[in-house]
């Protein structure tokens, strides 16, 4: 299963940390071992089902419980019926020099 999330918190930051808010969301999806790729608009996921809705509840939350008033989390998730790709890899690979 493939999943994109963007969080959006509510500040993003702070005044001496603009991004306090969202990089802890990322540090989850960094300690969680799955593979991921961040992009400068989201982050791409890629696990089985169970791993990645739960990871997805858990980065939406970590922008919370890092001090933000609230979040707007904006998620794809591509899943196929036998759970065999595409890899982020798959995808992706062919546009990379």
Not at 34 to 48: C, D, K
Not at 61 to 81: D, N, P, W
Request: aromatic share 4%; net charge negative.
């Amino acid at each position: 299963m493939l999943a994109h999330i963007q969080v959006s918190p509510r500040p993003a930051g702070t005044a001496d940390q603009p991004y306090a808010h969202i990089d802890p969301a990322i540090a989850v999806i960094q300690d969680s071992g799955l593979v991921h790729e961040v992009g400068a608009m989201g982050t791409t996921v890629q696990g089985s089902p169970d791993e990645v809705w739960a990871l997805l509840r858990r980065v939406h939350e970590a922008t919370l419980a890092a001090g933000a008033r609230g979040v707007t989390s904006h998620i794809k998730v591509g899943q196929g019926a036998d759970d065999d790709g595409p890899t982020i890899e798959d995808l992706v690979a062919k546009f990379r020099a």
